[in-house]
């Protein structure tokens, strides 16, 4: 793409952000759906998976950014569809490539990332998810919850058990014994239509494995997941950008005896971090963005990072900007409501704080004792 053409993207997704979604984000978290014709045109402006028609990664986490800004529900479906794509790219045969990429590209088809289990959240080794062999096919049996985009999504790339090891599967929604049961009351992100998947007896034929039999947790699932956490960071990004731009607009006009809140140095001091948090928040995810377009190995912990920063950041901005609102933040008027609350979600999924922090620091020892 041209610096042209990566411009005038940018200024459809942010045209489509501050016209057709911020203006809707609080009816459609209280709705806890997305409509139909808001799916469609995601998928009028390409940007269910754009880096299969060549846009930078670098774009597509500014995209993100920008969806994240106005709503975190469509963010996160964005990034679970985008998982599915990413896999199907990179360990689907030419066959599964030729099946599924068309309809995941232009949104005619929706993916999910099936990989936590309501028995032990997203261990893979505790997984009871299971795939057994039966002539030249497979019997999948077990439940997966917490999906996002469950729902809506007609491909869930979902993960059994084959004995010892973990296993990626291809599952369309519409094979026999699959059941779609929706979740409600969710903390945040309520519009992104999380729903249990439960396989009762479904059987699928060998063309449904994806990448190497046996050996998903080291392929599929780990390049799936890096792809997530680079969009959780960047739509995190957007979230700090919107809760600065909503606590600006509210300590301007917002006055008191002593004149208008922005001339406390307290609140200053609180959009000065909020200003801070932002950008380097973004500049993390444009190095990690730079590095997996140059396909460098580096990209893994510079996502790692990012998501860890990011995800902080967004919550201690969104605590800030509820605070500085004072009751007003927590009512559903104000958009910070919502942003504190899909906040917090960012720093549980695609990787926990603390497991963040665990994987951040062994890779320190690791290049101190080199």
Same mark, same amino acid.
């Given at each position: ?29 209280? &709705? ?5 014709? *808001? ?7 390409? +940007?269910? $998976?754009?880096? =299969? %028609? #060549? ?38 045969? &030419? ?5 599924? *990429? ?7 088809? +929706?993916? $999910?990332?099936? =990989? %936590? #289990? ?60 699959? %059941? ?191």
């Amino acid at each position: 793409m041209t610096a042209t053409d990566t411009q005038v993207l940018l200024d459809a997704v942010r045209a489509f952000v501050d016209d057709e979604l911020r203006p809707h984000a609080e009816e459609f978290d209280r &709705d806890e759906h997305l409509p139909d014709h *808001l799916l469609k045109r995601v998928g009028e402006l390409g +940007l269910w $998976a754009p880096f =299969l %028609t #060549g846009v930078p990664m670098v774009t597509v986490g500014q995209i993100h950014e920008e969806i994240g800004r106005g709503c975190s529900s469509l963010r996160s479906l964005l990034t679970v569809h985008g998982m599915a794509s990413w896999s199907v790219r990179h360990w689907g045969d &030419d066959a599964q490539r030729e099946r599924w *990429l068309p309809r995941l590209t232009d949104g005619s088809l +929706l993916g $999910a990332f099936a =990989l %936590t #289990g309501p028995e032990g959240g997203s261990d893979p080794s505790v997984s009871a998810t299971t795939a057994e062999r039966e002539g030249d096919g497979w019997i999948l049996n077990g439940r997966k919850k917490w999906i996002t985009g469950g729902q809506v999504a007609g491909l869930y790339l979902l993960f059994a058990r084959t004995g010892d090891a973990l296993t990626a599967f291809l599952v369309p929604r519409d094979t026999p014994g699959v %059941t779609v049961e929706p979740l409600h009351g969710i903390l945040g992100t309520r519009a992104s239509m999380l729903a249990e998947v439960v396989l009762d007896d479904v059987r699928l034929g060998d063309d449904a494995v994806l990448g190497p039999l046996g050996w998903a947790t080291g392929t599929v699932m780990t390049s799936a997941l890096d792809f997530g956490r680079f969009s959780v960071a960047s739509g995190s990004v957007g979230i700090i950008q919107a809760c600065l731009d909503a606590t600006v607009a509210y300590t301007t006009n917002r006055t008191t005896s002593e004149g208008p809140l922005f001339e406390r140095q307290l609140v200053r001091q609180k959009i000065s971090d909020m200003v801070t948090g932002l950008r380097t928040s973004r500049l993390l995810c444009r190095e990690a963005g730079r590095l997996k377009d140059a396909e460098d190995p580096a990209a893994i912990m510079a996502n790692w990072i990012a998501k860890y920063h990011a995800s902080t950041t967004a919550a201690a901005c969104a605590s800030a900007a509820v605070q500085l609102h004072g009751a007003a933040g927590c009512s559903p008027e104000h958009p910070v409501a919502r942003l504190y609350r899909d906040a917090k979600v960012m720093e549980i999924i695609e990787g926990s704080t603390e497991l963040q922090q665990i994987t951040i620091a062994e890779q320190a020892y690791q290049e101190v004792t080199r």
